[in-house]
C-alpha cells in the first residue's frame, strides 16, 4: 500500500508540472523612458511545457494608456533533452498623458505580471522642430448631398527621415469609400522649414443625411535617429511614434425640394446612350429586338445607377431585362460609374408601335441645379407573320406539277402520279408538324453553345467585366429556373474548388481597388472541365434509368 500511495503521489506531481500556468518569467518595458506621442513596448513572456497562450487582459491599462497592438507568438526551445515552449505577448502601448505612469498587474490564466513604470516626458522644443511629424486631414466640401462624391484627402508632414511606417485612413460610420492606390510625394516649404509630404485620397459616398463623423487619419512608424539630434545631445536613437488628424465631421444635405427627379442621382455629368442589335426597323409578330441601354455617371459609382429604366406594362410590347452589369474606373480623382443593360422587346401585334422615349433626371453638382438625359422615342413596323401560302408553298405547287407533267399523266395513267401526289403531301404535312419541334429541342443546345463560345471568347480576351456577365448568362442556362445573380451564387452550386478559386480570383480582379491584370485563361480552363463533367454525369445518369421494358 505505501508504494501504491507513494506511485500515486510521484503521479499526481508529475501531472501538476505538465499542467500548470506558466510563470512570468520576463516581463519588460522596451524603452522604460518615452516622449510624449511615442510608443512603449510592453513584452511578456513565460515557458511552458505545454503550448498553451492563455488570454491577456489588457483592460487595466486603458486609464493611462492606449493598446495600438496586441501580438502573440509561441516558440520552441530546446533545454537540454526536453522540448520547451516560450509564450510571447508584445503590446503597443501610447501613454495618454506624461509623467512617471505605472503599469498595473495583467492577468493571464492564473498568473500575472509584475507592476512597472514607465517614464514620459514632454517632447523638449529644440527636439519637436528637429523632429516634426503630423498628419492633416482634410475634405473637398464639408456640405455634401447625400451620395455626393467627396474627396478626402489625408497628409503625413514630416522634416526628419522615417521608416516601417504606415498611414492609417479614417474610418467613417454610414458611407461608401472608393480607394484610389496611387499615393503623391512632394516636398513644400513651411515655416522656413521643408517638409516631404506623402498624399492619399479616399472617395467617400454619405449613405444617410444629417452629421457623419470621420475618425481622425493616423500615422505609425519609426523617426530615425538623426546626427542632428545627436550632435544636441539628445541619445534616444529610433522612436516609435504615433502622430493623428483632427476628427472631419460633415453635414450631409437631403435632396433639394425642387429636384424632381425619380432616381437621386447627384453627379458632374451623366449620359445616356442605346443600341441595337439588329438593323432595320421592321420585324414579324414574336420576333424579338435586342435593346442596350448604357449610363455613364462622372462623380457616382456604378452601385448607385438605376436599372430597368424600359419596364413597360403594353398590349402592344413585351419587355424582358437582363441583369445589368456594372464597372467603376477613376479618372484623376473622379470615379466614373457605368451601367449597361439589355432588354428583349417582343411586339404583339401588327403595325407602327412607338417605343416612348427614356428620361433620367439628375443633380448637377457643379451648378447645383436640375438637369435630365433623354432618349428619344423610336417607331417600330411590325408586320404579319408570313402565311402558308407564300414562298415554300408556291415552290411546293411548281414541284407538284412538274411531277405530273414528267409522268406523262393522262385519263387512263393516273396512278402513279396520285401516289407520288400523296407522298409528297404527307412529307410536307411531316416538316411542318416536326419543324417547330426540332427547333424547339435544338434550341437550348444552341444557345449554351453560343453562351460557351461567348465565355471562351471573354475569357480569352482577358475582360473581367465581361467575363463576369458571360459567366452569369451561362448559369442561369445551366441551372435554369434558379436565380443566378452573382458569382457567389455559381460558387455555391459547383463542386470544383478549383473553379471556386478561380471565381474567387475574377470576384477580387472585379471589385479590387487595386489595377489588377486578370488572366482568364486559368478560369476557362476550370469551365471547360466543369462543363466536360456535367456531360458525363447526364451520360451516367441516362445510362443508371430503368429501362421501359425490362427483359
Not at 533533452?81 to 492564473?110: I, T, Y
Request: charged share 20%.
Amino acid at each position: 500500500m505505501p508504494g501504491t500511495q507513494l506511485y500515486r503521489f510521484c503521479l499526481l506531481g508529475l501531472l501538476l508540472q505538465l499542467s500548470s500556468p506558466g510563470r512570468a518569467d520576463t516581463a519588460y518595458l522596451q524603452p522604460e523612458s518615452v516622449y510624449l506621442g511615442d510608443i512603449a513596448e510592453l513584452v511578456i513572456e513565460y515557458d511552458n511545457r505545454i503550448p498553451s497562450l492563455y488570454p491577456l487582459d489588457s483592460t487595466a491599462l486603458a486609464a493611462d494608456f492606449e493598446v495600438l497592438d496586441k501580438k502573440s507568438r509561441v516558440f520552441r526551445l530546446t533545454d537540454g533533452n526536453e522540448m520547451v515552449h516560450r509564450m510571447q505577448w508584445r503590446l503597443q502601448l501610447r501613454p495618454r498623458r506624461s509623467g512617471n505612469l505605472m503599469l498595473p498587474k495583467l492577468s493571464f490564466g492564473d498568473n500575472s505580471t509584475p507592476a512597472l513604470s514607465l517614464e514620459v516626458v514632454a517632447v523638449p522644443a529644440s527636439l519637436q522642430s528637429m523632429h516634426e511629424v503630423y498628419v492633416e486631414m482634410e475634405a473637398a466640401t464639408l456640405t455634401p448631398y447625400i451620395g455626393q462624391q467627396t474627396q478626402i484627402d489625408m497628409r503625413l508632414y514630416h522634416n526628419t527621415a522615417l521608416s516601417n511606417g504606415r498611414l492609417i485612413e479614417a474610418q467613417a460610420g454610414d458611407a461608401l469609400i472608393h480607394r484610389q492606390v496611387e499615393e503623391k510625394a512632394y516636398s513644400i516649404a513651411r515655416n522656413g522649414q521643408e517638409f516631404q509630404v506623402l498624399e492619399r485620397g479616399i472617395e467617400l459616398f454619405p449613405r444617410t443625411t444629417g452629421e457623419l463623423k470621420l475618425a481622425p487619419a493616423s500615422y505609425l512608424g519609426t523617426i530615425d535617429a538623426t546626427a542632428e539630434a545627436l550632435a544636441a545631445g539628445f541619445t534616444t536613437g529610433a522612436r516609435k511614434i504615433v502622430r493623428r488628424s483632427d476628427p472631419l465631421s460633415l453635414q450631409v444635405r437631403a435632396p433639394p425640394p425642387e429636384f424632381s427627379g425619380r432616381f437621386w442621382l447627384p453627379a458632374s455629368r451623366l449620359e445616356i446612350a442605346q443600341s441595337w442589335d439588329q438593323a432595320g426597323d421592321a420585324l414579324e409578330i414574336g420576333d424579338s429586338l435586342s435593346w442596350t441601354l448604357t449610363i455613364v455617371a462622372h462623380g457616382l459609382p456604378a452601385e448607385s445607377l438605376p436599372q430597368d429604366l424600359l419596364a413597360l406594362e403594353s398590349a402592344d410590347l413585351r419587355v424582358y431585362a437582363d441583369q445589368p452589369i456594372r464597372s467603376n474606373r477613376f479618372e484623376g480623382r473622379q470615379v466614373i460609374g457605368r451601367l449597361e443593360q439589355r432588354f428583349a422587346v417582343i411586339a404583339n401585334r401588327p403595325g407602327a408601335i412607338v417605343l416612348p422615349a427614356v428620361t433620367l433626371k439628375w443633380w448637377d453638382v457643379f451648378s447645383d441645379s436640375e438637369r435630365q438625359a433623354r432618349l428619344e422615342s423610336r417607331t417600330i413596323v411590325v408586320i404579319a407573320a408570313s402565311t402558308p401560302t407564300s414562298g415554300k408553298e408556291s415552290a411546293g405547287r411548281s414541284l407538284i406539277a412538274a411531277i405530273w407533267s414528267a409522268s406523262g399523266a393522262d385519263g387512263r395513267h393516273w396512278l402513279w402520279p396520285l401516289l407520288s401526289l400523296s407522298l409528297l403531301a404527307g412529307a410536307i404535312v411531316a416538316i411542318r408538324w416536326l419543324q417547330p419541334r426540332i427547333v424547339a429541342a435544338l434550341g437550348p443546345v444552341l444557345r449554351r453553345r453560343r453562351l460557351i463560345r461567348r465565355l471562351q471568347l471573354c475569357c480569352r480576351s482577358n475582360d473581367a467585366v465581361a467575363t463576369r456577365g458571360a459567366l452569369l448568362e451561362w448559369g442561369r442556362e445551366r441551372w435554369r429556373g434558379q436565380a443566378i445573380n452573382g458569382l457567389h451564387q455559381i460558387d455555391n452550386k459547383i463542386t470544383s474548388r478549383a473553379l471556386s478559386a478561380e471565381l474567387e480570383s475574377l470576384d477580387a480582379a472585379l471589385y479590387s481597388q487595386h489595377e489588377c491584370n486578370w488572366c482568364g485563361q486559368a478560369l476557362w480552363r476550370q469551365i471547360a472541365a466543369e462543363n466536360r463533367r456535367a456531360r458525363v454525369a447526364a451520360n451516367a445518369l441516362r445510362k443508371d434509368l430503368p429501362r421501359l421494358y425490362p427483359v
